[in-house]
T-cell receptor, first 113, second 113 residues
Framework: QKEVEQNSGPLSVPEGAIASLNCTYSDRGSQSFFWYRQYSGKSPELIMFIYSNGDKEDGRFTAQLNKASQYVSLLIRDSQPSDSATYLCAVSPFSGGYNKLIFGAGTRLAVHP | KAGVTQTPRYLIKTRGQQVTLSCSPISGHRSVSWYQQTPGQGLQFLFEYFSETQRNKGNFPGRFSGRQFSNSRSEMNVSTLELGDSALYLC????????????FGPGTRLTVT
């Protein structure tokens, strides 16, 4: 079993719709959770992070964390063609600045006009 | 603030050679982490340096090594290159204390022939 699992996609949504990206992790002791966006040929860009159970909103993005179910998700509201990219879920066993991220394989999102 | 910088951006080496990659973190950031990204294995953690000390290490052979200087700049070295070392090498910068958010540089694309 992989440590961080994501559906590889592609997830295809129409412009203006809500895109829902999901991620599960196996280490119950995981402390920190991140979503990165990676455009083809570019490096990953941090778009959301969440440390506590519940929802965290930032603009059109909402991250949701459920530690009991070992599940983290990213919602993108009002999806735009410019959101088309691979979204990487990353999990860290540490908190407080100790850095080691375990990445999922990524979900490719395609937003069509 | 300027972002994370990595040099060189592209590199072609021959099997058996060694290579050194450089990373300059965001000003004020004291933690530098290195990752390898390949189509087959995805993003994998190599190691993390904080205040010139290796704080975390991934599951890579000893041919992969790194160091950090007093100005937080970091280098990673790969000796006795193998064809399988062809990858995008990414450096990520973080404050290192109390904050786990990591910001990636543009990466170095290494091709081993």
């Amino acid at each position: 079993q992989k440590e961080v699992e994501q559906n590889s996609g592609p997830l295809s949504v129409p412009e203006g719709a809500i895109a829902s990206l999901n991620c599960t992790y196996s280490d119950r002791g995981s402390q920190s959770f991140f979503w990165y966006r990676q455009y083809s040929g570019k490096s990953p860009e941090l778009i959301m992070f969440i440390y506590s159970n519940g929802d965290k909103e930032d603009g059109r993005f909402t991250a949701q964390l459920n530690k009991a179910s070992q599940y983290v998700s990213l919602l993108i509201r009002d999806s735009q063609p410019s959101d088309s990219a691979t979204y990487l879920c990353a999990v860290s066993p540490f908190s407080g600045g100790y850095n080691k991220l375990i990445f999922g394989a990524g979900t490719r999102l395609a937003v069509h006009p | 603030k300027a972002g994370v910088t990595q040099t060189p951006r592209y590199l072609i080496k021959t099997r058996g050679q060694q290579v050194t990659l450089s990373c300059s973190p965001i000003s004020g950031h004291r933690s530098v982490s290195w990752y390898q990204q390949t189509p087959g294995q995805g993003l994998q953690f190599l190691f993390e340096y904080f205040s010139e000390t290796q704080r975390n290490k991934g599951n890579f052979p000893g041919r992969f090594s790194g160091r950090q200087f007093s100005n937080s700049r970091s280098e990673m070295n790969v000796s006795t290159l193998e064809l399988g070392d062809s990858a995008l090498y990414l450096c990520a910068s973080s404050e290192g204390q109390g904050s786990s958010e990591q910001y990636f540089g543009p990466g170095t694309r290494l091709t081993v022939t």
